[in-house]
């Protein structure tokens, strides 16, 4: 029903600072294509428990605080989400969610701005989400390729080139993986057969842009949302983009971009290859 509903040619992320749609350090292409094909929901043990069923007037639930605690991890602990400063209708929930897409498959909704995680049974886990302009710029269908924890980030080249500073992490360098890190805890990256999408489920260092619309950027979640879903989605695990108003335009700047950006890295590599042979 939903398969490849459009694809555009997507680009490596146009952000603002810290707020952009970020590419990480993704494994290189098979050689052998992969379909976009759902698998089996992860059965990491333990698996966490099912967040609280949505009330229909999107009340706060008890459970919230718990749910946006912090969380430790083996490299940095994730601080706690003030839940106050965020809508309830953009915190996690269980729902009831009509599907015939296989449980486990990922369901990105950039107009309503939430992403679904098909359970089964008529039920589905709902995240807010914040929306950028590259998250508007691509639909169709993709699956998960990588999933990456503390992910590095590589602002792209005419981001480097607003901001000089950012320069020191320019690839093959990356801002390494930390706290203050635009991609936040947990990253997942979508492809479609060998090629790489540039499309990215990511945390965040701003949860207060859960639930709207932001200048730049792909689909950013709540830390400990990101963490959650990372937890529960599969490696191949198949993604539902919808189709949003104005994507084509959106597409079209994104190309644009895309080229800018291709073309300044070919030539920063380059001159780093000149200087590593003395001329």
């Not at 605080?65 to 989400?81: G, L, M, R, W």
């Not at 929930?93 to 992403?115: F, N, Q």
């Not at 635009?182 to 790489?196: E, K, N, S, T, V």
């Amino acid at each position: 029903m939903y398969a490849c509903i459009k694809r555009f040619a997507f680009a490596l992320c146009v952000p603002l600072a810290l707020a952009g749609c970020v590419t990480g350090n993704t494994p290189t292409p098979s050689t052998e294509p992969t379909k976009a094909v759902p698998t089996k929901p992860v059965t990491t043990t333990p698996l966490a428990p099912l967040p609280p069923q949505a009330s229909l007037d999107f009340k706060r639930d008890p459970s919230d605080a718990e749910n946006y605690a912090a969380i430790k991890d083996d490299q940095f602990t994730i601080p706690p989400t003030d839940v106050k400063k965020i809508d309830p209708a953009f915190l996690r929930r269980t729902i009831d969610y009509s599907s015939s897409e296989a449980p486990g498959t990922i369901i990105v909704d950039p107009g309503k701005r939430y992403l679904y995680l098909i359970l089964g049974g008529g039920k589905a886990i709902r995240y807010g989400v914040g929306v950028g302009r590259e998250g508007f710029g691509w639909t169709g269908e993709a699956y998960i390729r990588s999933k990456q924890e503390w992910p590095k980030w590589f602002p792209p080249a005419d981001m480097r080139a607003r901001q000089p500073d950012l320069q020191k992490f320019a690839p093959p360098n990356g801002m390494p993986g930390g706290l203050s890190n635009p991609l936040g805890a947990r990253a997942m990256y979508l492809w479609q057969g060998d090629h790489d999408t540039y499309y990215r489920l990511h945390g965040t260092t701003e949860p207060e842009s859960i639930g709207k619309n932001m200048s730049s950027g792909c689909i950013r979640m709540i830390n400990q949302d990101a963490y959650d879903l990372y937890s529960r989605a599969a490696i191949n695990a198949k993604v539902i983009v919808l189709p949003s108003k104005g994507a084509a335009a959106l597409a079209a700047e994104i190309e644009k971009s895309k080229q800018v950006n291709a073309a300044e890295d070919a030539r920063a590599a380059k001159h780093t290859k000149r200087a590593k042979l003395g001329g």
